[in-house]
């Protein structure tokens, strides 16, 4: 069981706006930052977000992130086949001390 | 342009030890905390391990890990460590190094070195 719960998976059309959640505690979403990362099978992840809304450099932004309270947000707009992949949530757990990641969310593009 | 290797993967006994690297190149090295995360096979991301930049060197690990791994760094080589040790079937994963910009942000990944714990 992951510290963050995300739903294992999430589908949409070409076009369509997709949100996936990430739950957490006052622990780690409720008091500090969230991100998030996209991977492709056999790769490495992406980032795709970072405290909370930022966007690195070069992701689109179809991307963006929120947060209230304990949980987070993906929201991934105008929806394109290539967005077909694995999301991941991660932050910090003051509780643990240490790095959290959600379970992830398959997303798929029908 | 930013660059991390990681090396050192391999199959090892339970109970045995091996130590992996990650040789950074592309920005200062010593600016950054860097990180390890690993991915057990048809699983999700599991956070391992950091270690903070130049100030200080704090470190952090994961429950399913303290007392068994230590991460280090050599800032004059450019490169992070992770000391494995009393391995066992569980730790079989995928293990990237990530540089990170923020409190689990990691804006830069390696491609990943294969370490498989069996008999």
């Known amino acids: 069981q992951s510290v963050l719960t995300q739903p294992p998976s999430a589908s949409g059309t070409p076009g369509q706006r997709v949100t996936i959640s990430c739950s957490g505690s006052?622990?780690?979403?409720?008091?500090?930052?969230v991100s998030w990362y996209q991977q492709f099978p056999g790769t490495a992840p992406k980032l795709l977000i970072y405290?909370?809304?930022r966007r690195p450099s070069g992701v689109p932004d179809r991307f963006s992130g929120s947060k209230s309270g304990t949980s987070a947000s993906l929201a991934i707009s105008g929806l394109q086949s290539e967005d077909e992949a694995d999301y991941y949530c991660a932050a910090w757990d003051d509780g643990l001390n240490g790095g959290v990641f959600g379970g992830g969310t398959q997303l798929t593009v029908l | 342009e930013v660059h991390l290797l990681e090396s050192g993967g391999g199959l090892v006994q339970p109970g045995g030890s091996l130590r992996l690297s990650c040789a950074a190149s592309g920005f200062t090295f010593s600016d950054h905390g860097v990180n390890w995360v690993r991915q057990a096979p048809g699983k999700g991301l599991e956070w391992v391990s950091g270690i903070g930049g130049d100030s200080g060197y704090i470190t952090y690990y994961a429950d399913s890990v303290k007392g068994r791994f230590t991460i280090s760094r050599d800032n004059s080589k450019n490169t992070l460590y992770l000391q494995m040790s009393s391995l066992r079937a569980e730790d079989t994963a995928v293990y990237y190094c990530a540089r990170d910009i923020d409190w689990l942000s990691f804006d830069s990944w390696g491609q990943g070195t294969v370490v498989t714990v069996s008999s």
């Open positions: 405290r909370v809304d």
């Open positions: 006052n622990s780690n979403i409720g008091s500090k930052h």
